[in-house]
């Protein structure tokens, strides 16, 4: 759960709480990819992903099943495409990715080696 606090100002100061749920957290609006914060997402599953940069929220359907700390790809990433996380580059994709699938070993290398 994330907390969004907002106070409004009328004759007196009030104070709003809003929960609202989290499934993924994308970083930089620039990334490709969203970290999940929940114990799993499974497929099929309609995910909502905060964006931190700007505080906004979008929604994404998951594909596969992705582990919590593991990465969701946010659009289709082509093979020799740059994954972008914290709004840098953190490795390429050495095979196709669709939007919604698991992002990790199998399809992504760092450029390093």
């Known amino acids: 759960m994330r907390l969004i606090y907002k106070f409004l100002q009328n004759s007196n100061i009030q104070f ?16 490709n990819v969203g970290v999940v914060v ?14 931190m940069e700007n505080d906004s929220t979008i929604k994404i359907q998951s594909m596969d099943e992705i582990p919590l700390g593991h990465k ?27 939007k919604g699938e698991h992002v990790h070993v199998h399809n992504v290398k760092t450029k390093k080696w």
């Open 72 to 98: 969701i790809a946010m659009e289709d990433l082509n093979e020799g495409d740059t994954i972008l996380k914290y709004g840098h580059d953190i490795g390429k994709v050495v095979k196709s990715i669709k």
């Open 38 to 51: 929940i114990e799993k997402i499974t497929p099929k599953q309609d995910c909502s992903c905060w964006i």
């Open 16 to 31: 709003d709480t809003l929960f609202m749920a989290t499934d993924i957290i994308i970083h930089d609006q620039k990334d």
